[in-house]
């Protein structure tokens, strides 16, 4: 049997008085072996941050370790000093964070902050440093490692920035790796890569490594062992085996439940051949010089769903923000209904805009905090024609309509959950009574059990009301969850298209392979 | 949702203190034992028993007059002139700013070098300047404030709004068919309203200095109106021999102004307290 790394026992962290619990993290027994992955899953609000910021002796302000030990090489590193704590992190832990980004320095090159770790940790001459920071970069996979090393943050991509992350972590060959969700803002192809990496450095350098992640699909791909966890307490734990194919407790079941999975529903095909409720044809949209959507055309009729899946900077919200007219394309047509929209100007273009509404990304930015929810979705029917009463009326029908309680009317949306905002949300676009609904991204801010939930309340409207709804998302998975068609686009330009079954099953291009490839979890579920 | 504001202690004193000074101006004919302008007894010092045995708490000036009393009634005037010089600037710099805001473009680009331009002006010299072109009044005391004070407003306004009208509800309005107007004033003002309140409580304590200073220099309210800047300015000099002729006035306008600041900075930090709970 192999010597633990890292034994955590016992450990709770107390939240401030007034927090809706009394620990952010309870009563958690963890250990990691060298050359081995554990993966701590759950949802927002499980505490699973909590856990990986103490163990780097970080926890945020206004917690507190109120009991428990984490051993690691014979210390406690619960009760070292900040001074104790500034010779471990780097060297003995190493961490990996969500965003890549905002964990390197926008003013220092890549080559500078390799070496600046070597020089807090090491007594390495000049040279060496460079020359370690060079094969680290190269081991990394990164291409060009000289250019590389002299670059930028900003210069670089966001998988090539995880990487330099996961070097500047590594740099010190610590025994531990603590990475928290760092693939969460990666494309999903990138992802793959990076996850390809983490494995590496498990079966080449036998690093120990905690890997927190939201996506069961992730934990399948890269987990020895896992432990999931749910409002601050480890409720299952085991080897990745066990927990994924035979789990014990309920809430693991409803997560893998909830995975949503390559493989397309059942969706009835089309009755009849309706005229379509929202034309696209020959969208064509530049930025200044930077051409990103190029002869862009879709068509959805009534009832259906067309799902348009891409990576960051494919152009697809660029699609959205044409269709609500936000921004106007450089050449092309949009029709609604058969009418032209793109001409429409002042009161022609604002009765226009009841037929087509859109949900948004982010629950807590689609909603005025200022304002209740029930007015809110009250005004948006007045908008579209109803009277005071019957809008009031309608907005309580909606709210119903959309799982939540008629009482919800008089709440400000700080009342409520990301998932019940999401609900809100759709309240609001089906209060105009619209025959196009577009969907930015809509589910990709919620937990996967809420994301399920939604998708379905999604399916179930849009069917009942017969709307064309517009799905934008850059996760297939969830795009095989409701789509009865799928239009695939990379940089600007669509490159495949066909009922989602089609598409799924049978992807006639190569960059549709490579993103099915890549799923995560692919297989598992 | 007020709690929160009422357990800090900066909150309580500076709000007491200004609090205070709001409910002494409302009740001044109350409080003043004397006339602010009738002559009874010229350099009383303070707490001293006049001629008749009246009692002179913060003692007379050289004119005879009462200075607690003329501090009382002054206190009227700073708190009026002070309020409504500070609710126009706010008036302008709102409209302005969320206007500039919400539109960008040329409109954004004309709105704000107009107002670099007034703010790139000496405030000091730039009251002086208008005071002296349209007279000393009470109305256009309000016009100086007004106009030197709404252009810092306006760029808080506009940067507050540029952020605001980024977020998907102001979106969401917008493809509603929303009008301009109700998304600037319904959507985007009530979200501006936590660092504007901060403002406005420092901005009212500044106001307060300055039609203080306008007084001092002989620019404010023209006598015999009691007014705190004007009597540290007729005190001055005799400030020497009586001292208690400046004093009571400067304490007067530097505990109405702490009290706004401190106000001020409890609600900041119960405001960012609530940020980062949101």
């Given amino acids: ?525 | 949702m007020f709690v929160p504001y009422l357990k800090k202690p900066l909150v309580l004193i500076g709000g007491g203190l200004a609090l205070g000074w709001l409910l002494v101006a409302i009740f001044a004919p109350l409080i003043a034992p004397y006339d602010p302008l009738q002559t009874l007894q010229p350099l009383a010092k303070p707490m001293v028993a006049g001629a008749k045995g009246e009692l002179f708490l913060f003692g007379t000036d050289m004119l005879g007059r009462d200075i607690f009393s003329r501090l009382v009634w002054g206190a009227r005037t700073v708190v009026i002139y002070s309020t409504l010089a500070t609710l126009t600037a706010y008036a302008f710099g709102l409209l302005f700013g969320l206007i500039a805001g919400y539109a960008g473009g040329r409109t954004d680009a004309v709105l704000s070098f107009l107002a670099n331009v007034v703010l790139s002006f000496p405030v000091l010299v730039l009251y002086i300047v208008i005071i002296v072109v349209i007279g000393a009044s009470p109305v256009n005391i309000v016009i100086a404030v007004t106009f030197s004070s709404a252009p810092a407003i306006y760029r808080i306004v506009r940067g507050i709004t540029i952020d605001v009208a980024s977020r998907d509800f102001v979106k969401a309005a917008v493809t509603q068919g929303e009008s301009t107007l109700r998304i600037l004033f319904v959507d985007i003002l009530p979200n501006t309203t936590g660092p504007l309140a901060v403002d406005f409580c420092l901005r009212l304590g500044y106001t307060a200095i300055t039609i203080g200073t306008l007084g001092f220099l002989g620019l404010g309210l023209p006598p015999p109106t009691p007014d705190w800047g004007g009597m540290v300015n007729e005190g001055r000099a005799m400030a020497i021999a009586f001292p208690h002729l400046v004093i009571f006035p400067c304490i007067a306008i530097s505990s109405l102004t702490l009290g706004l600041s401190l106000l001020a900075d409890g609600l900041r930090e119960v405001n960012d307290a609530k940020e980062r709970h949101a």
């Fill in chain 1, 1 to 525: 049997m192999t010597q633990s790394l890292l034994q955590i026992r016992n450990l709770s962290v107390a939240l401030p008085k007034g927090a809706d619990r009394a620990f952010a993290v309870h009563d958690v027994s963890l250990e990691v072996k060298p050359a081995e992955i554990l993966c701590v899953v759950g949802e927002s609000g499980s505490g699973k941050s909590v856990l990986t910021a103490t163990l780097m002796g970080a926890a945020p302000r206004g917690l507190r370790v109120a009991g428990g030990t984490a051993e690691m090489g014979g210390r406690d590193l619960l009760t070292l000093t900040e001074r104790q704590w500034r010779d471990i992190r780097g060297k003995d832990i190493g961490m990996i964070f969500q965003e890549p980004m905002a964990s390197l320095n926008p003013a220092l090159t890549v080559a500078q902050q390799i070496e600046e770790v070597f020089e807090l940790h090491s007594d390495y001459p000049r040279a060496e440093r460079a020359a370690r920071a060079k094969k680290l970069v190269e081991e990394m996979h990164l291409p060009e490692p000289d250019r590389i090393l002299k670059s930028f943050p900003h210069q670089l991509s966001g998988g090539q920035c995880q990487r330099v992350v996961i070097a500047m972590a590594l740099a010190m060959s610590p025994k531990l790796l603590i990475a928290d969700e760092p693939t969460t803002a990666l494309d999903v192809t990138t992802q793959a890569q990076v996850l390809k990496l983490i494995r590496e450095l498990r079966d080449n350098h036998g690093h120990g490594i905690i890997f927190i992640t939201h996506d069961l699909g992730v934990v399948a791909d890269i987990a020895d062992r896992i432990a999931v966890m749910r409002r601050g307490e480890v409720v299952e734990i085991g080897s990745a085996e066990q927990v994924l194919k035979a789990p014990q407790h309920d809430y693991t079941k409803t997560l893998i439940a909830a995975v949503p999975s390559l493989v397309p529903r059942d969706r009835p095909a089309a009755e009849t051949e309706e005229a379509p409720a929202l034309t696209v044809s020959a969208l064509n949209h530049s930025y200044g010089a930077k051409q990103v959507l190029h002869d862009i055309t879709l068509s959805v009729a009534p009832g259906r769903v067309l799902s348009i899946v891409g990576e960051s900077g494919s152009g697809k919200s660029t699609i959205a923000r044409n269709l609500i007219r936000l921004t106007d394309p450089t050449s092309g047509t949009i029709a609604v209904g058969g009418e032209p929209i793109l001409d429409l100007k002042g009161g022609a273009l604002r009765r226009m805009r009841r037929r087509i509404q859109m949900i948004f990304q982010d629950p807590f930015g689609s909603l005025n905090p200022r304002r209740k929810v029930g007015p809110m979705i009250a005004r948006a029917a007045m908008l579209s024609g109803a009277n005071r009463a019957e809008a009031v009326e309608r907005a309580k029908e909606l709210l119903e309509l959309v799982g939540l309680q008629r009482n919800a009317y008089d709440r400000r949306p700080a009342a409520f959950s990301g998932g019940q905002r999401q609900r809100v949300g759709i309240a609001r676009a089906l209060a105009m009574r619209p025959d196009v609904l577009i969907a930015d991204e809509s589910v990709s801010a919620l937990d996967v059990s809420v994301q399920a939930q939604v998708l379905d309340l999604l399916a179930d409207l849009q069917k009942r009301l017969s709307l064309a709804v517009v799905f934008i998302t850059h996760d297939l998975r969830v795009a095989a969850q409701i789509s009865d068609e799928i239009v695939v686009m990379s940089k600007g330009h669509v490159v495949e298209r066909g009922p989602a079954n089609e598409v799924l099953t049978r992807p006639q291009h190569p960059y549709t392979r490579d993103l099915i490839e890549a799923a995560p979890g692919r297989g598992a579920f």
